[in-house]
C-alpha cells in the first residue's frame, strides 16, 4: 500500500510542475503592462523602472519562474495588484466557499445520479428507464449559466422563494438556514451536468455488473432480490469512487459561471473579477490552488480505491 | 503490393462492423436533433433574407419591446435591437465557435492519440503525460485562462477551446487505438512489411473512427455552451456583434424588468446543445460505439 501511494505521489509531481510551467506561460502572454497598470498612466519612466526592477520582472524568464514558484512552495502567493493585499487569505477564504458549493451541489448530483442511473439500469426496456436515460442526457447538454438564469427568474425574482445572489444576507444574515436558502439555486446550477454524468456511468456499470455470473449464481440459490442488488451495489464501488472524484474535480473547477451569476465569493468568482481588473497574482494563484486541488482529490480516489479494490495496488 | 494488401485488410475490417451495424437504425430523437442542428444552420445562413433589421444597429425608441410586439416577434433588447435579428445572426458565431475547435482538435487529437497508440513505450508516455498536466485543470477554468490571456475576440476563444479539447480526443483516440494494436488484421499488416504510418492511416484511423466522431458529436455541444460562457463573461467575440453569450450578457442588466428576452438566449444556447448530445447519442447506439470514453 505504502510502496502504491510512493508511485502515485511520484507521478503527481512531473504534472504539478508541468501545471506551473503552463500557469507561467499562460500569464506572460497576457497582453497588458501590470507595471504600467501598478502606478498609473502619470507614472514617469524611472519609476517604472525602478519597480520592475524591483519586483525582478526584468530578469530572465527561467528566473523568474523559479522565484516563482519557489515562493509558491513555500506558500507565498505574493500581494494582489487591485486590492493591494496578500493573495493567500483572499484565494483561501474564496477557496472555502468554492468547497462549500461544490460539496452541496455533489450530494445533490449524486442522489440524483444514482437514482437515475439506477432506474435506467435496472428498468431497462420500460418506460420508466427511457425517461431517467432522457432526464440525465438533457442534465448533461443543460449550460450552467442558462439554468442558473432560469433558477433565478422563475425561483427568485418572480415568487422571492429564493435569494438570487450572495452566500448570506446583507442584513441580520448569517447561520445555516441563511447559508442553506442562499446555495439552493446555485448548487442545483452546479448539480445538473455532474447529475448526468453519474447517472449514466452508474447506469453502465449497474449493467455491466448485474450480467456478471455471480449474481446468476446469488439468483440459483434463491437469494432475496434485495440481497442481490446489494452485492451489486457493493461490485460498484471502485467506479463510483472514480466517479466522485472526476466530478468534484470537475465541480471545483467548473463553477465559475455559477458563481459570477449568483454572486457567489468563490474562486471561479474571484479569478473572474481578477480578470477583468489585470490581477495577474490573483490568477496565478487562483488557476494554481484549483489545479493542486484537483490533483490531489485523484490522490486520494486513487489511495481509496487502492484499499477497498486490492487488484489495483499490484 | 503492399499497398493493394493494405486496401484488402482495410476494406474487409471496415466492412465487418458495418454489417454488424446494417440492422441498426438511427434512433427518432437522433433524426429530430440532426433536424433541429439542420433548422439552425439554415437560419445562420440564410439570416439577411429572414430579416430586415440589422443585427448590430437599433432604434432607441423601440428599446426593451416585449415578446410578441408587431414588427418585433422575440422583442428588442436595451439598444432597441430587434432580438430576433441578432439570434438569427448571432448563431454564426455560435455555431462555428462550436464547430471550428472541435475540428481542430478532433484532427489534432486523433493524430496525437494514433501517434501514442501505434508509437513506442516512450513515444506513448512522452505524449500522454503531457496531456495529463492539461488534465489537472478544470477545463473551464484553463478555457478561462488561456481566452484571458490571449485577449478577447472569437478567433481565441476557439483557440483556448481547442486546446482544452484535444487531450480528450486524444485519451480516446488512444485508447481505442490501444485497443487494436494487437489485433489479426494489424498484426497482418505489420506482417505483411507495410509502415507503421500506413498503418496507422489505413488501418487504425478507419476502425477508430466511429468512436471519435461520436464523441467529437457531442463535444460540438459543449463547445458551443463553452464559447457562449467565454462571450458571456466578456472574453469572446467584441460587442456589438450579435452572438447568444453575448446577448445573455446584455440582456442580464434587465432581469428584473424584462427576464423574458434574456431566456430567449439563454433557452438557444440549451436547445443547440441539447440537439447536438442528442446527436451524438444516437450515433453512438447507431455505430455501435461503446459507452465508457463518455
Avoid at chain 1, 435496472?122 to 448533461?140: D, E, Q
Avoid at chain 1, 439554468?147 to 441580520?172: E, Q
Avoid at chain 2, 423601440?62 to 435579428?85: A, E, K, N
Avoid at chain 2, 501517434?115 to 498536466?133: E, N, P, Q, Y
Amino acid at each position: 500500500m505504502i510502496t502504491f501511494l510512493s508511485r502515485r505521489i511520484a507521478a503527481a509531481i512531473p504534472i504539478l510542475i508541468g501545471v506551473s510551467i503552463v500557469v507561467f506561460i499562460t500569464i506572460k502572454i497576457i497582453p497588458g503592462d501590470p507595471i504600467a497598470s501598478l502606478l498609473g498612466p502619470t507614472s514617469t519612466p524611472e519609476a517604472r523602472s525602478e519597480l520592475t526592477a524591483r519586483l525582478g520582472l526584468n530578469r530572465a524568464l527561467p528566473i523568474q519562474y523559479f522565484s516563482w514558484i519557489g515562493h509558491t512552495v513555500r506558500g507565498d502567493l505574493g500581494n494582489s495588484i487591485a486590492k493591494q493585499t496578500a493573495v493567500r487569505p483572499l484565494v483561501f477564504d474564496a477557496f472555502k466557499n468554492t468547497l462549500i458549493l461544490t460539496l452541496f451541489a455533489a450530494i445533490l448530483a449524486f442522489a440524483a445520479g444514482l437514482l437515475l442511473g439506477a432506474i435506467a439500469a435496472l428498468r431497462r426496456g420500460k418506460i420508466s428507464a427511457a425517461i431517467s436515460n432522457a432526464i440525465s442526457l438533457f442534465s448533461i447538454s443543460v449550460p450552467q449559466y442558462s439554468i442558473a438564469l432560469l433558477l433565478i427568474i422563475y425561483l427568485a425574482t418572480g415568487t422571492g422563494w429564493f435569494p438570487s445572489a450572495g452566500m448570506y444576507n446583507a442584513i441580520g444574515g448569517g447561520g445555516w438556514g441563511d447559508l442553506f436558502a442562499h446555495i439552493v439555486l446555485p448548487g442545483i446550477s452546479a448539480a445538473l451536468v455532474p447529475a448526468g454524468i453519474i447517472a449514466r456511468m452508474f447506469r453502465s456499470v449497474v449493467i455491466d455488473v448485474m450480467s456478471m455470473d455471480f449474481i446468476d449464481s446469488m439468483r440459483a440459490r434463491g437469494l432475496s432480490e434485495r440481497k442481490i442488488l446489494w452485492h451489486a451495489f457493493h461490485n460498484t464501488m471502485p467506479t463510483l469512487l472514480t466517479i466522485a472524484g472526476l466530478q468534484l474535480g470537475y465541480l471545483l473547477g467548473g463553477v465559475i459561471f455559477v458563481e459570477t451569476i449568483f454572486a457567489w465569493p468563490g474562486l471561479g468568482l474571484l479569478v473572474y473579477q481578477s480578470i477583468t481588473q489585470r490581477d495577474l497574482p490573483v490568477i496565478q494563484a487562483g488557476v494554481i490552488v484549483s489545479a493542486l486541488a484537483f490533483v490531489l482529490i485523484n490522490l486520494i480516489v486513487d489511495a481509496l480505491h487502492a484499499t477497498i479494490d486490492p487488484r489495483v495496488r499490484a | 503490393m503492399t499497398a493493394t494488401a493494405d486496401v484488402g485488410i482495410a476494406a474487409t475490417a471496415v466492412a465487418a462492423p458495418q454489417a454488424a451495424t446494417s440492422k441498426r437504425r438511427l434512433p427518432l430523437s437522433a433524426k429530430i436533433a440532426g433536424g433541429v442542428i439542420l433548422i439552425i444552420v439554415l437560419l445562420a445562413i440564410f439570416a439577411p433574407l429572414l430579416t430586415s433589421y440589422s443585427p448590430t444597429v437599433g432604434s432607441l425608441t423601440d428599446r426593451l419591446q416585449p415578446i410578441g410586439t408587431s414588427g418585433h416577434l422575440l422583442g428588442t433588447d436595451g439598444q432597441g435591437r430587434d432580438i430576433l435579428t441578432r439570434m438569427l445572426y448571432g448563431a454564426r458565431p455560435s455555431l462555428m465557435t462550436g464547430l471550428i475547435p472541435v475540428a481542430v482538435s478532433g484532427t489534432l487529437g486523433t493524430t496525437l492519440g494514433l501517434i501514442a497508440g501505434m508509437g513506442s513505450k516512450f513515444t506513448r508516455g512522452a505524449i500522454m503525460r503531457t496531456l495529463d498536466v492539461f488534465y489537472a485543470f478544470p477545463a473551464v477554468l484553463l478555457a478561462i485562462a488561456i481566452a484571458a490571456a490571449l485577449g478577447s475576440g472569437i478567433s481565441n476563444s476557439v483557440i483556448a477551446l481547442a486546446v482544452i479539447l484535444i487531450p480528450p480526443v486524444a485519451r480516446v483516440a488512444e485508447s481505442e487505438t490501444g485497443r487494436l494494436r494487437s489485433a489479426d488484421f494489424i498484426e497482418a499488416a505489420n506482417a505483411s512489411g507495410a509502415r507503421k504510418s500506413a498503418i496507422a492511416f489505413r488501418q487504425v484511423l478507419p476502425n477508430i473512427a466511429p468512436a471519435v466522431v461520436v464523441y467529437c458529436t457531442a463535444l460540438i455541444g459543449l463547445s458551443i455552451v463553452y464559447a457562449a460562457g467565454l462571450s458571456f463573461l466578456g472574453l469572446g467575440i467584441s460587442p456589438p456583434k450579435a452572438e447568444w453569450g453575448l446577448m445573455i450578457s446584455d440582456l442580464q442588466q434587465y432581469i428584473f424588468t424584462q427576464p423574458q428576452l434574456l431566456l430567449v438566449p439563454a433557452i438557444a444556447i440549451l436547445i443547440a446543445s441539447v440537439a447536438f448530445n442528442v446527436l451524438g447519442d444516437g450515433l453512438r447506439s447507431y455505430l455501435n460505439v461503446r459507452s465508457e470514453t463518455a
